[in-house]
């Protein structure tokens, strides 16, 4: 700890001591002084304001855990000290270094043993939250409703009598594909009336995680909330290890139910068993409404992470919690996302060059049509944002500069220069690395997907949420915040709002003007799944999942 005290007394000008103390937390504290007297006051400020050599750090480590060195100094040098310190600290926008210990400009030495312990608290932000950014949209009354029909219900019963039939499945992917296809397997499991044995988690070379499903997921909840729907097995049982397993790794895309049981039911029950693997996007969008019912239930309420995992993740939303209101982002400006998207990230005309090169040389990575430029794709909206854009975008929708953003990813192509145009307008940007204690995140190095669930966490506990890019998070993230009372989802209009973007003859304030008019309903309001073919209920759970008062379905 860094302490930096004045005092003064009426025999003496002021004068001004450091102490110094080896711990991680750094502070400042000016002392002033009251007529005959001593006495002390303070503020706290980043220790790099003021170097200190190493030897002198060193030393008083070594030695008396306090070492005073003495300045002359005057009135006049107190004062432009002050002011030199407030004006670094608010005018210059300059970031505190998170601590653990959260801390305002104006904490104690006492508040801050206080906290050493890591105990979390909320600090009074009306002012922050007054701010019209941080506003929720207008919920309409939608709740949660899963109840499911009287003939759902007599199904079940038959199925848990029915000990036949079991369903294996093998799931790959990062973990929000994972998640997709593990709420597919339950359907499909309910839809051939079998028993799932907890489904496996397929070791993929990208993503190098050997993870079990019981790892990242809360098993026995998973079985607990799928009680009366699905029955789910640790293992085969004895009688059908030796089954003979009937496999299809050739899925159609968008099967109905009627297709599922037409393609397997005979074999199945025949053989007993059945393996699918690859069932990402496989199953129909369109799907009756018990069972639409169903992919909600497991995708909002079944699919806990495991306890470790949840109570990281807690810790960190805790953190992020504790001086207000906080927006989280899920950046996706990593090399593999340039390439697949072909896109390109604008950084420098040597990182598109690497970009265009990678790209010739694979061009199966490449999703999409083929044929369209990189512009062409990018005013077509089907580019991730760069971090210019997002601060662009976030700054038009009203985000104060002072805004704490936590922010989700992998490592962006070009490293820290590709953040700096976003973290230049909002400098309090934090990751999962920045938040976690020493060690806390040791245990799950080489887990990228825990790491992912940890992401995951911080970002549903978040007041406002926004992607820049499309993919299975924001698909679930969407979702999950409608199904939690319809929390604030900002989805870029990158379709309408990029040719703003690079109409540089653009005023600010007209293009901030322009680009808030084209979000006005992309905040996470509720919207009916049914009016668009092809939407998911686990991005769009209105109407099958949730319900108003004006909804004549039954609400839970």
């Not at 953040?419 to 040791?442: C, I, M, S, V």
């Not at 887990?447 to 669930?453: E, G, Q, T, V």
């Not at 820049?468 to 698909?475: D, E, K, T």
Request: proline share 6%.
């Amino acid at each position: 700890m860094l302490s930096i005290f004045f005092s003064s007394s009426s025999s003496r000008l002021p004068s001004l001591y450091i102490q110094l103390n080896p711990q991680t937390h750094t502070h400042m504290a000016l002392a002033m002084a009251k007529h005959k007297t001593k006495h002390l006051s303070y503020i706290t400020v980043p220790s790099k304001i003021i170097p200190l050599h190493h030897s002198l750090l060193s030393k008083s480590q070594k030695s008396s855990p306090v070492q005073t060195l003495q300045f002359p100094t005057n009135a006049k040098f107190l004062v432009l000290f002050i002011f030199l310190i407030l004006f670094l600290t608010f005018h210059l926008g300059f970031r505190l270094p998170f601590s653990p210990v959260p801390c305002s400009p104006f904490t104690s030495i006492a508040g801050s043993l206080q906290h050493s312990t890591h105990q979390w608290q909320r600090v009074d932000v009306a002012d922050n939250v007054s701010n019209e950014f941080w506003k929720q949209p207008n919920d309409m009354a939608y709740r949660p409703c899963l109840e499911f029909t009287e003939e759902y219900r007599k199904e079940t019963a038959v199925m848990a009598a029915n000990k036949r039939k079991y369903l294996l499945v093998v799931v790959s992917g990062g973990l929000n594909q994972q998640k997709i296809e593990i709420i597919d397997a339950v359907v499909i499991a309910r839809i051939l009336g079998a028993a799932l044995v907890v489904p496996i988690l397929q070791v993929n070379a990208i993503w190098g995680d050997e993870s079990e499903f019981s790892d990242i997921f809360d098993l026995e909840h998973f079985k607990k909330v799928l009680a009366d729907d699905v029955q789910v097995v640790s293992s085969l049982p004895s009688t059908h290890i030796m089954a003979r397993i009937v496999t299809d790794k050739q899925i159609p895309l968008l099967v109905s139910p009627h297709q599922i049981r037409s393609r397997y039911l005979k074999r199945f029950n025949r053989e007993g068993v059945l393996l699918l693997r690859g069932l990402n996007t496989k199953l129909s969008k369109d799907l009756p409404t018990d069972l639409q019912k169903l992919r909600c239930k497991v995708a909002f309420q079944a699919l806990r992470f495991s306890a470790p995992i949840m109570a990281l993740g807690n810790k960190l939303v805790a953190r992020m919690q504790s001086q207000g209101p906080y927006l989280a982002l899920h950046l996706r400006m990593e090399k593999d996302v340039w390439v697949r998207t072909g896109c390109l990230p604008g950084i420098s005309l040597q990182s598109d060059k690497i970009i265009q090169e990678h790209r010739r040389l694979h061009p199966e990575l490449l999703t999409g049509r083929s044929n369209m430029r990189s512009h062409e794709r990018k005013l077509a909206g089907q580019c991730p944002l760069t971090a210019l854009e997002v601060a662009r975008l976030l700054k038009a929708l009203g985000a104060p500069w002072d805004t704490r953003i936590f922010w989700a990813g992998g490592k962006p192509f070009g490293g820290p220069a590709a953040l700096q145009p976003l973290t230049r307008k909002f400098p309090n940007f934090y990751n999962k690395e920045d938040l976690a204690l020493p060690g806390e995140l040791a245990r799950f190095s080489n887990k990228s997907s825990i790491l992912a669930a940890i992401d995951y966490i911080v970002c549903e506990q978040s007041d406002v949420f926004m992607p820049s890019h499309g993919g299975n998070m924001g698909h679930l993230m969407q979702g999950g915040r409608a199904f939690a009372g319809h929390k604030k989802f900002i989805m870029p209009n990158k379709r309408q709002m990029i040719p703003y973007f690079l109409n540089r003859s653009l005023i600010e304030s007209e293009f901030n003007r322009i680009v808030k008019s084209l979000h006005q309903s992309s905040l996470g309001q509720p919207e009916i799944r049914t009016d668009r073919a092809g939407r998911d209920v686990t991005a769009y759970p209105v109407p099958e999942c949730m319900c108003n008062g004006t909804d004549t379905r039954s609400t839970v």
